[in-house]
Antibody, heavy 120, light 107 residues
Framework: EVQLVESGGGVVQPGGSLRLSCAAS????????MNWVRQAPGKGLEWISY????????YYSDSVKGRFTISRDNAKNSLFLQMDSLRDDDTAVYYC?????????????WGQGTLVTVSS | DIQMTQSPSSLSASVGDRVTITCRAS??????LNWYQQQGGKAPKLLVH???ILQSGVPSRFSGSGSGTDFSLTVSSLQPEDFATYYC?????????FGQGTKVELK
């Protein structure tokens, strides 16, 4: 069974940093691309970052580019999101999502999410 | 960026009703369109990918259709567990973008 478990969320002051983790199990982690998707309180879903299985391809949304860094450790079946220069509008639940690709892709498995609150 | 617009933003329905949610893309996305369901406070769940292909384990009362810029998700007979928020998402280009969501509430 595919399992994705996020951790690392919490309360941080504006301008601060936080590192999120996503522990994967139940599938061959290195063969799948992964994504981070966030959801601000009471709002919709926002894709923010993608990393290919080999980390060769990495993409970011404009809203986090230059501030967030996605990475992965395939030996440890783990995905990370380093978040720097955090702003109030980064407050959200952050989900990791597996990218299933078959000529086109979709997010077929999601973690339960971890809440990041940016507040002074 | 491709903008995704869903309608309606919310709707009220009863158990057993047939419900249709529409999603419009700001430019053609072919059939690179996916639908997700999010039940209160939980993680999203994939329902339909590639516009019309039901994800394994999803009940057959759900169906998706469309291509180009206009898509729809239909629930043929609403069940109590279907009261949730639904999102469309395009995977034609990066950044991947979602619709704003459609909340299906009990009438």
């Amino acid at each position: 069974e595919v399992q994705l478990v996020e951790s690392g969320g919490g309360v941080v002051q504006p301008g601060g940093s936080l590192r999120l983790s996503c522990a994967a199990s139940g599938f061959s982690f290195s063969t799948y691309a992964m994504n981070w998707v966030r959801q601000a309180p009471g709002k919709g879903l926002e894709w923010i970052s993608y990393i290919s299985g080999s980390s060769v391809a990495i993409y970011y949304s404009d809203s986090v580019k230059g501030r967030f860094t996605i990475s992965r450790d395939n030996a440890k079946n783990s995905l990370f999101l380093q978040m720097d220069s955090l702003r109030d509008d980064d407050t959200a639940v952050y989900y990791c999502a597996r990218d299933y690709w078959n000529d086109v892709d979709w997010f077929d498995s999601w973690g339960q999410g971890t809440l990041v609150t940016v507040s002074s | 960026d491709i903008q995704m617009t869903q309608s309606p933003s919310s709707l009220s329905a009863s158990v057993g009703d047939r419900v249709t949610i529409t999603c419009r893309a700001s430019q053609s996305v072919g059939t690179y369109l996916n639908w997700y369901q999010q039940q209160g406070g939980k993680a999203p769940k994939l329902l339909v990918h590639s516009s019309s292909i039901l994800q394994s384990g999803v009940p057959s009362r759900f169906s998706g259709s469309g291509s180009g810029t206009d898509f729809s998700l239909t629930v043929s007979s609403l069940q109590p567990e279907d009261f949730a928020t639904y999102y469309c998402q395009q995977s034609y280009s990066t950044p991947r973008t979602f619709g704003q969501g459609t909340k299906v509430e009990l009438k």
